[in-house]
T-cell receptor, first 114, second 117 residues
Framework: AQSVSQHNHHVILSEAASLELGCNYSYGGTVNLFWYVQYPGQHLQLLLKYFSGDPLVKGIKGFEAEFIKSKFSFNLRKPSVQWSDTAEYFCAVKVGNQGGKLIFGQGTELSVKP | NAGVMQNPRHLVRRRGQEARLRCSPMKGHSHVYWYRQLPEEGLKFMVYLQKENIIDESGMPKERFSAEFPKEGPSILRIQQVVRGDSAAYFC???????????????FGDGTRLSIL
């Protein structure tokens, strides 16, 4: 069965530190990849997505992610985090031949200390 | 410019009662998805619907759970005879098409927090 794994459950950083959140998926075929963010008490918002083309994807709020097909990975990065980035981050995969459903990782809670 | 609207935001039920969760998709969206988030876990797909059709219900529990998306009105996720283990956050998402091959992402609602006493 397809699955998505986020290695870090809780990450604590100081402001201005660099961020990298890991995401690996298990599926050998065509995938579409997403990172969503959930700020406290709010709904999930799309940070960025990869469908095809340049494997380095830039999203909102200075986030980017790189799709490495050989490693089945789609890690999220930000060079310098801010206190306002405190939130939960979810990696998700849509498998090409399975309609619209998304398979989510378990989420990574990011806490940024001012 | 309303997004995906879910109501209620919080729902409390006693064991054995029925829970009805509603989702109105974004304007122009005809595809609805329901996900469940148990404490300390990620979102798990439940069901994918178009107007009057269930496209994929592979994530739905076999008993007590049902979903519909009628021609008029919101999509409804119905849980009969609720048990403590049904306590979770239920999220609805919508998209303008099936996102099978296009690059339209799913937009999420604020969720309904269901608590079973």
């Amino acid at each position: 069965a397809q699955s998505v794994s986020q290695h870090n459950h809780h990450v604590i950083l100081s402001e201005a530190a660099s961020l990298e959140l890991g995401c690996n998926y298990s599926y050998g075929g065509t995938v579409n990849l997403f990172w969503y963010v959930q700020y406290p008490g709010q709904h999930l918002q799309l940070l960025l997505k990869y469908f095809s083309g340049d494997p380095l994807v830039k999203g909102i709020k200075g986030f980017e992610a790189e799709f490495i097909k050989s490693k089945f990975s789609f890690n999220l990065r930000k060079p310098s985090v801010q206190w306002s980035d405190t939130a939960e981050y979810f990696c998700a995969v849509k498998v090409g031949n399975q309609g619209g459903k998304l398979i989510f990782g378990q989420g990574t809670e990011l806490s940024v200390k001012p | 410019n309303a997004g995906v609207m879910q109501n209620p935001r919080h729902l409390v039920r006693r064991r054995g009662q029925e829970a009805r969760l509603r989702c109105s998709p974004m304007k122009g969206h005809s595809h609805v998805y329901w996900y469940r988030q148990l404490p300390e876990e990620g979102l798990k797909f439940m069901v994918y619907l178009q107007k009057e059709n269930i496209i994929d219900e592979s994530g739905m529990p076999k008993e007590r759970f049902s979903a519909e998306f009628p021609k008029e009105g919101p999509s409804i996720l119905r849980i009969q005879q609720v048990v403590r283990g049904d306590s979770a956050a239920y999220f609805c998402a919508s998209s303008p098409d099936g996102t099978g091959e296009s690059d339209q992402p799913q937009h999420f609602g604020d969720g309904t927090r269901l608590s079973i006493l």
